[in-house]
């Protein structure tokens, strides 16, 4: 049996599993079909991407609803998948003999955030209240 809380843990991960099978088989198709360029696709998902996630990110700081703010974290989280399809697939362009280790390098310091940040945080807001979050979604983006 899977606790509501797990699930909603499992929830973001979840959609983003699924949207990077929709987000590759669009890649491909959009290059197959030429209907966009490899440059065009990488550019259009990464800033379609990077832009959805941001606006549902502060929309999330904003709202007074906690089913809304989890919809919108959740939603964000998903859309990295057309991000993921786009930018994983350049280091195999740029360098194919050493992709693995720079994939690894790179995803050290972009992970770098994930236990820094809490630091962070506390360090620049002390105490947590609503205001605070909406600022730190500022700071997110």
């Known amino acids: 049996r899977l606790d509501p809380n797990g699930f909603m843990s499992l929830l973001p991960h979840l959609l983003m599993g699924v949207l990077l ?14 209907v966009l360029t490899t440059t ?11 832009i959805g996630q941001a606006i549902l990110i502060v929309l999330a700081g904003h709202l007074h609803s906690a089913n809304g703010s989890l919809f919108c ?4 989280t998903g859309l990295g998948a057309f991000a993921w399809a786009s930018f994983s ?11 693995s280790g720079l994939m690894g390098l ?3 310091f972009a992970s770098s955030t994930g236990y820094l ?12 209240i609503m205001e605070n979050w909406q600022h730190l979604f500022y700071i997110t983006m």
């Open 117 to 128: 940040s809490p630091y962070l945080i506390f360090y620049v807001f002390g105490d947590v």
């Open 21 to 34: 099978l929709v987000a590759g088989t669009l890649a491909d198709w959009l290059r197959n079909t030429e």
């Open 106 to 108: 790179s995803n050290t």
């Open 73 to 76: 974290l959740v939603l964000a």
């Open 89 to 99: 697939a350049n280091l195999l362009d740029i360098a194919p003999q050493y992709a």
């Open 40 to 50: 065009q696709v990488r550019k259009v998902f990464n800033s379609a991407s990077f």
